[in-house]
């Protein structure tokens, strides 16, 4: 499976868990969680979603090691730090070094991602197709 179908598989399934959980804070009118849900919402969702497509609009970018880096560092990083980041806000702080590693995962999959667009669209023109 492409990296950009794993992207966008985790996206998805991301935004499912982003909403019930919204919900489910809404229905019990408990916001402990506030933070996860909006780090499961632009993390998992919006990102994860933007770089599935990125590499579906931009061939290039899909060649090669970076982008399965890219995907590991960003998914395994994303599945880390949403529950330690849960349960360092329910008082639980024995996982925050887990939350520490993986914001640090988090960014350096951003860095990466930042190398690979850059190197996937240097000096070309954008093209449209249909």
Avoid at 28 to 40: C, S
Avoid at 84 to 111: C, D
Wanted: glycine share 8%.
């Amino acid at each position: 499976m492409s990296v950009s179908n794993n992207f966008l598989r985790l996206g998805v399934l991301a935004v499912l868990v982003g909403v019930s959980l919204g919900i489910w804070m809404g229905a019990n009118e408990n916001f402990t969680l506030r933070p996860v849900h909006a780090h499961i919402n632009l993390i998992g969702w919006a990102s994860m979603m933007l770089f599935g497509l990125v590499y579906r609009v931009i061939p290039e970018a899909a060649k090669g090691w970076m982008p399965v880096a890219h995907l590991v560092l960003a998914a395994v990083g994303f599945l880390i730090m949403m529950p330690s980041l849960s349960l360092m806000l329910m008082g639980n702080t024995a996982l925050v070094p887990f939350l520490v590693v993986s914001e640090v995962m988090v960014f350096v999959s951003l860095l990466l991602f930042a190398v690979i667009v850059f190197r996937a669209t240097g000096g070309k023109s954008a093209t449209m197709t249909a």
